[in-house]
């Protein structure tokens, strides 16, 4: 074996989940599964490689080559580790369309890979909780989406002054700002680049390039009004609008279903808008510390068009990264101190066989009681010292005399109780 | 947008799981998962990208560059999709060995990709339960690794008829072996490698393989004898190998813990002994149209040895594919015909508001059953239909009558039972 010792660090941007960090990740996991599953949202898979013709067809060839992991396999295809799930759901849609039974309600929860520097929120390796509703051209669809990202949060215990969905829509972005600007659709995209990144250059900038796109200092305070507005307040200023009526309807229908404290109106939710064409939103984290956006999503009308002519598939949905969503949960105190289920350490003593603790084992694991074992012969103390530290909740103790007398002594490790109990007529509750 | 359609097939010895096919796989992870759990094995995850390195390091330049994903990163890192766990969670078992709590007992249910052709029961992506012992030197890792394997399989309602575990041990092989044909420890690692192939060659070409290495007919004659021994029989040619003793151990504790019907002694068991150093075992399939190892694994001394100087710690686990797993499932009618919950939808009428729908929905989701809305606007029975296509258990009719009274009707779709039940007295139990 050669002398040079290789390095135990993950890759950069990647993380170890040790046993702590992995009951963290199948606690939140398990909760938002469970909370989908009761929406009748249906979980799908699909494979970590794809062919990369995917995201260039997706993103183009510079921007999908730049992000995603890519190489040529041995028969010379172009292959990439998924960066996100849309073009993989979009080939699924596609391949089984004539058989599948639309409206779909959609679920996964993917690993996927971005090739980026690592930063706070960013890492190259995430998971991300995809939801979508394909095949539904109505507001329901919406209306559905954004129940679930509620009933997501709110299942951790999450409420409204925690998080807040902003909601703005496509069409009425197109048709209000063509309306002040006097601009067409390609217009309408150069400035909804500037307003995208807004909170991120000096207002002076941002005033320059609108001006740039020949925006005067009337239409831009016009503009600026609108990032306080309410729906009422922006849509009256485009009231024949699809857009706007899209808007007020579904404002109205959130607030028929009690969602109002979840949700408000934001015209300065862009979301790549070549992308999206009606509803977007995001949800924001409310804290102070951490107000910013957690995820979003929103409706596009052709997902399978790259994959089938003449055919077209809508959705509404939105993606969720397990950073992001770690961090609210922390921020907001809704981690449990505990995520350890009650489990029992079967003590050992030189004196008693092996197969006589096996056999205490095996009527546990009968009773649906989780146990194992000590593995090994140390002194009793260091196996004491071993449960507490592996978060042991109950100790069984069973001597020579114990096993005499077809009993055993259990001990709570939180309340020092102990008492003895016959084996024969051990149940799960003397576990409580 | 371009007019090539793209593919929607998935890569190449990697699957799609739609719905149905995702039901089964959750299904069977799950159940996994709590049977390991409830044993008290720790669950842990690691990233899909390591260092080449790793599996360098482990398999030799050759080996490792042909059997992974591998490039480079812009950093000049040489990357590899993993292949397999063990070099990852030996990394991270070097990586906190001074914290850690041995002995341990982990496991995990990674995805990983193997470069190579697609056949049956092998693909490029798949999953593989890995289940190990770490840090404890003695036979009750074995033998807890032995159960667990027991248990996972008899979770899914399998018994001693369908499946066996065969059980050899490396150093009474070394041992044996060494003293049937009178060579070294190089030599009997040769022989292990004929031996480990000799189901796929003509028998002619075994003997002249072993001869070649210079075996006589009678040492040969010796060799085949052990194959059909019984463990009593195959330690008596080796009376004071101390694989011998463990071996012996080994099987006089499963018979005392109850196991003997599912584990046999079966010299054949060889598994790539470079790296195993004790017992080793594989699990074997008894139906004859599939009989065949599906599954093994064994003990091994010097897991971090590539990480940390100066330090040992052992290991005893195995690793089973899902593709196996779900092989033996089917096998063996294993399968429940129906893995959906009972879940309900709510249809809809057009002169009921949507509100009113989602106000039952709410209600639903509050009683913790499974329920959904009809997204869209279709005739009654296009709604009955989608729900008995999608697997609905139940339907909710709430037309003007109902609404004005409060109520709703329950259908129950197998039964085809109605009944009226009024809203505010409705309970989980009204959808049994």
Redesign the interface.
């Known amino acids: 074996?050669?002398e040079i010792?290789?390095?135990?660090?993950?890759?950069k941007g990647?993380?170890?989940?040790?046993?702590t960090?992995?009951?963290l990740?199948?606690w939140f996991f398990g909760k938002i599964r469970s909370t989908l599953?009761?929406?009748?949202f249906?979980?799908?898979?699909?494979?970590?490689?794809?062919?990369l013709?995917?995201y260039i067809?997706k993103s183009g060839e510079e921007l999908a080559g730049e992000q995603t992991?890519?190489?040529e396999?041995?028969g010379h295809?172009r292959?990439a580790?998924r960066p996100e799930m849309t073009p993989t759901v979009a080939?699924?849609v596609?391949?089984?369309i004539g058989e599948l039974?639309f409206?779909l309600?959609?679920f996964s929860i993917p690993?996927m890979?971005r090739?980026e520097n690592p930063q706070r929120g960013r890492l190259r390796?995430f998971w991300q909780v995809n939801v979508d509703?394909f095949g539904?051209d109505?507001y329901?669809?919406d209306?559905?989406t954004i129940?679930s990202a509620v009933?997501l949060l709110t299942a951790f215990g999450a409420d409204s002054s925690m998080f807040t969905v902003h909601i703005s829509n496509r069409r009425f972005f197109n048709d209000v700002v063509s309306s002040i600007a006097d601009t067409d659709i390609e217009g309408c995209r150069k400035i909804s680049k500037i307003i995208d990144k807004r909170k991120k250059i000096p207002r002076e900038v941002y005033e320059n390039e609108l001006k740039a796109l020949s925006m005067t200092d009337e239409q831009i305070a016009t503009l600026d009004s609108l990032y306080t507005a309410t729906v009422e307040q922006a849509t009256a200023l485009c009231p024949d609008s699809v857009g706007s009526a899209e808007l007020l309807h579904l404002f109205e229908?959130l607030k028929?279903?009690?969602l109002s404290d979840y949700c408000c109106f934001d015209f300065g939710i862009i979301r790549g808008l070549d992308y999206y064409t009606g509803t977007v939103f995001e949800v924001f984290d409310n804290a102070p510390e951490n107000n910013r956006a957690m995820f979003g999503g929103g409706r596009y009308d052709n997902l399978v068009?790259?994959?089938?002519?003449n055919a077209k598939v809508s959705g509404v949905g939105y993606g969720m990264g397990d950073v992001t969503l770690e961090n609210f949960l922390f921020t907001h105190n809704l981690v449990p101190a505990e995520l350890c289920?009650k489990?029992v350490?079967i003590t050992r003593f030189a004196d008693v066989?092996?197969?006589a603790y096996?056999?205490v084992s095996?009527k546990l694991?009968a009773l649906?009681?989780?146990?194992?074992?000590y593995?090994?012969?140390k002194k009793f103390g260091k196996q004491i010292d071993?449960a507490a530290?592996?978060n042991y909740s109950h100790v069984i103790i069973m001597g020579g005399d114990e096993l005499a007398a077809n009993s055993v002594k259990i001990k709570n490790l939180a309340t020092r109780e102990e008492k003895t109990v016959a084996l024969d007529t051990l149940t799960a509750d003397d576990f409580n």
């Open positions: 074996m050669s010792r290789l390095s135990t660090n993950p890759y990647t993380r170890d989940f040790y046993p960090d992995m009951r990740r199948n599953l009761a929406s009748c249906d979980e799908y898979g699909g494979p970590m490689l794809e062919s013709d995917l067809a992991y890519n190489f396999d041995r295809r292959m580790i080939r699924m596609a391949g089984k039974n409206p309600r959609w690993n890979y090739c390796e509703i539904c109505t329901e669809a209306l559905e129940v009933r229908m028929k279903i009690g068009g790259l994959f089938v002519k289920e489990k350490l066989p092996y197969e096996m056999s095996d694991y649906g009681v989780t146990a194992s074992v593995l090994g012969v071993y530290k592996e």
